[in-house]
């Protein structure tokens, strides 16, 4: 069987298992199939690149993979770093729209787009809102989660250029990754700071879960 194909599956199968880890409570579930989502999905890479790696892809996967073993300890204390190491990997996705937006640019792209205008003002109005409902305890807090909002607002607006300007299979992946990275944080903090519910549980371990193959398959097909 191709080798890439069963790193795919390996990761659908450690990721169906943390949902089900998340919806039963089972911790002992979820301490063995969490930490397999990400080395699977790298490895997917790895098979399918077939080629040099690109090092930056890499380390913001590794950022994302160590994030997730921070939450996994499930210390109080840990929580703002680890939503600060969840932040570095964005400034990697950022960094890599950016170029693709110069490139489209250098490629003649079209003119007169004012669709980032309406995704800039619908995030901006939901990070306005998620902030003023949230229990904000520091100053510190409060700079935290305002820098990883803005992240995701930028991120959202970029994504949106590169779409309007080139609907191909790459700006397709990254039109699903980035809305669930989105999905995945905002539910995630909700469920932290706003109130501990099932179901922001799931949606954020099931859009989180998502985000890391869309963006592998987003880089993929972006290094075609």
Do not use: C, W
């Amino acid at each position: 069987m191709n080798k890439s194909k069963v790193a795919l599956q390996f990761f659908l199968v450690a990721g169906l298992l943390f949902l089900i880890s998340i919806f039963f409570n089972l911790e002992f579930l979820e301490l063995i199939s969490k930490p397999a989502i990400i080395p699977s999905i790298v490895m997917y890479y790895f098979f399918e690149i077939k080629r040099k790696y690109n090092l930056a892809f890499l380390a913001s996967l590794f950022l994302f993979f160590l994030g997730d073993m921070l939450y996994m300890l499930k210390i109080e204390e840990l929580y703002y770093i680890g939503l600060l190491v969840f932040s570095v990997p964005y400034l990697f996705v950022i960094y890599f729209v950016i170029k693709d937006i110069l490139l489209i640019k250098r490629n003649g792209g079209k003119q007169n787009d004012f669709t980032f205008l309406v995704i800039l003002v619908i995030l901006s109005i939901l990070l306005s809102t998620v902030l003023s409902y949230l229990e904000i305890k520091s100053t510190l807090e409060f700079i935290i989660f305002l820098f990883l909002g803005l992240q995701l607002v930028t991120m959202g607006v970029l994504t949106s250029v590169v779409y309007y300007n080139e609907a191909n299979k790459q700006s397709f992946f990254l039109i699903l990754a980035v809305p669930t990275f989105i999905m995945s944080d905002l539910f995630f903090i909700l469920n932290k700071n706003l109130h501990e519910l099932m179901i922001f549980k799931i949606i954020n371990g099931l859009t989180q879960t998502v985000s890391y193959m869309f963006y592998v398959k987003y880089f993929l097909e972006r290094t075609k």
